[in-house]
């Protein structure tokens, strides 16, 4: 089975930037979509990068300009987060979706177990 692990969260000043990385095993595909999805105390878990295995790139709005995701090859994904704000505030969870490059008419989702990012002012 695939197995996803998060490192790189921390705590950090406003402005200031974290790097997160994520280490992926098992039979995982180069074609998975893979990203970055986050949650706060007291809020649905949103996303906020992802990447297609053709390498396309999506950001939510919130992030655009700050954050890049990368994939630097079929078992490591990263995120550089930089001018960070207190709202971006959450545990960070890395995320595959195997569905289409297995042939699957559905999503076929794995998740780390995610990583604290912590801005304070």
């Not at 695939?2 to 095993?25: H, P």
């Not at 074609?31 to 990068?49: D, F, I, L, N, T």
């Not at 954050?67 to 078992?75: A, Q, V």
């Not at 177990?113 to 801005?119: E, L, P």
Request: hydrophobic share 30%.
């Amino acid at each position: 089975q695939v197995q996803l692990m998060e490192s790189g969260g921390g705590s950090v000043q406003v402005g200031g930037s974290l790097k997160l990385s994520c280490s992926a095993t098992g039979h995982i595909l180069s074609s998975c979509e893979m990203g970055w999805y986050r949650q706060a105390p007291g809020k649905e878990r949103e996303w906020v990068a992802v990447i297609s295995g053709d390498g396309t790139k999506d950001y939510r709005d919130a992030v655009k300009g700050r954050f890049t995701i990368s994939r630097d090859d079929d078992y490591t994904l990263s995120m550089q987060m930089n001018s960070l704000k207190t709202e971006d505030t959450a545990v960070y969870y890395c995320s595959a979706d195997c569905g289409a490059a297995y042939g699957l008419q559905h999503g076929l989702n794995f998740w780390g177990q995610g990583t604290q990012v912590t801005v304070s002012s």
